[in-house]
């Protein structure tokens, strides 16, 4: 499911678009998270596995990612030194049910940005998005 809106301006007022990938095995989590953002304008797409990701990544560029750790093909917090390699300007955010403080440092040092723990509101998940999206105007 792709939704297509505009969501912010550039500094000399041009519309820019933002778009978010989700990466998650739980159907319900990709739909409540595409629904929930494309309320706000973002253009979302979501991807069930780490394949489906790199594919998803290369076509539709997103600025932003969501990723869930345990994935069937792999764990998402050892995707993202591949995906920061290929793509170092992009912000990642873990979301996970497995979250243990060596996760945590792990997805730091491998360069995410912020970890959300599951279960998670939809207003935790606009608060990081914001605070991505004023560092990239920034």
């Known amino acids: ?7 912010k301006m550039s500094k000399d007022s041009t519309p820019v678009e933002v778009k978010i990938l989700i990466v998650d095995d739980e159907a319900d989590i ?10 706000r304008s973002f253009i979302t797409s979501f991807a069930m596995t780490l394949k489906d990701a790199e594919i998803k990544l290369q076509t539709d560029k997103p600025s932003i990612l969501l990723l869930d750790n345990h994935l069937p093909d792999g764990l ?3 995707f993202v030194n591949k995906i920061k390699y290929k793509y170092p300007d992009l912000k990642i ?18 360069g995410v940005n912020f970890f959300l723990s599951k279960p998670f509101t939809i207003t935790e998940v606009n608060r990081v998005i914001d605070l991505l999206i004023g560092d990239a105007a920034a």
């Open 93 to 110: 955010v873990m979301i996970t049910a497995h979250d243990t403080p060596e996760d945590r440092s792990k997805a730091y040092s491998n």
């Open 76 to 78: 998402g917090i050892n």
């Open 30 to 39: 990709c739909y409540f998270l595409s629904h929930n953002l494309a309320k």
């Open 1 to 7: 499911m792709l939704y297509s809106y505009i969501s």
